[in-house]
């Protein structure tokens, strides 16, 4: 069974250009996670789907970044202009629907120069 | 107040000796789960070990076990016979909310274990 799988594993751009990530989830996995992981520090839960449905966004930062899951599949997380204070590794996560383990993809290492 | 707080920023460990790693926890939700996730140099998250609030047992994954005390709000990592492939980052995790319902889940800060050949 093919795991989570996100692309672009390692994205350098210049401050205020947009970025895209994309996430494929395991096959089957309702839940979508959506983290950011500073150096030094653990995750931190940017936007949850149920499906479709963003059911957490409060970590959002919506005056830059947006999110979507239109088919409820994969995912696009979108950083639209980027500040350098945005380089991160950006992992992207999945479950089944009230699942205990959340499996992660390899994540995108951001850098914002 | 952190939701959850790992105090050890770096722990050795010599090859074949047990190490625990220390994680407390803060939460007034009567059902909630912990987690622990190792994270190696590559970058990946990869799980461990769950325990939820009302199990009685402690968790134990093959090497790995999870000393609950829920008292102290604390869920401790305890990895047997140290292998130099656990040189790694460990992660403590909190999820609050009923399983199958609204789940916020929250990591801690980390904990960087190296072993000593």
Same mark, same amino acid.
């Given at each position: ?30 839940? !979508? ?9 653990? &995750? ?46 950006? !992992? ?13 993809? &390899? ?7 | 107040?952190?939701?959850? $707080? ?15 790693? /220390?994680?407390?926890? /803060? $939460? ?26 009302? /199990? ?29 492939? /656990? ?21 801690? $800060? ?8």
């Amino acid at each position: 069974e093919a795991g989570v799988v996100q692309s672009p594993r390692y994205k350098i751009i210049e401050k205020k250009q947009p970025v895209a990530f994309w996430c494929n989830p395991i096959s089957g996995h309702n839940t !979508l996670y959506w983290y950011r992981q500073n150096l030094g520090q653990g &995750p931190e839960l940017l936007i949850r789907y149920e499906n479709e449905e963003a059911v957490d966004d409060s970590q959002l930062p919506k005056d830059r970044f947006s999110a979507e899951r239109l088919k409820g599949v994969d995912s696009t997380l979108k950083i639209q202009p980027a500040e350098l204070g945005d380089s991160a590794v950006y !992992l992207c996560a999945s479950s089944l629907w009230g699942g205990n383990e959340q499996y992660f993809g &390899p994540g995108t290492r951001l850098t914002v120069t | 107040a952190q939701k959850i $707080t790992q105090t050890q920023p770096g722990m050795f460990v010599q090859e074949k000796e047990a190490v625990t790693l /220390d994680c407390t926890y /803060d $939460t007034s939700d009567q059902s909630y789960g912990l987690f622990w996730y190792k994270q190696p140099s590559s970058g990946e998250m990869i799980f461990l070990i769950y325990q939820g609030s009302y /199990d009685e047992q402690n968790a134990t994954e093959g090497r790995y076990s999870l000393n609950f005390q829920k008292a102290r709000k604390s869920a401790n990592l305890v990895i047997s016979a140290s292998q130099l492939g /656990d040189s790694a980052m460990y992660f403590c995790a909190m999820r609050e909310g009923n399983s199958g319902g609204y789940q916020k889940v929250t990591f801690g $800060t980390g904990t960087k274990l190296q072993v000593i050949p």
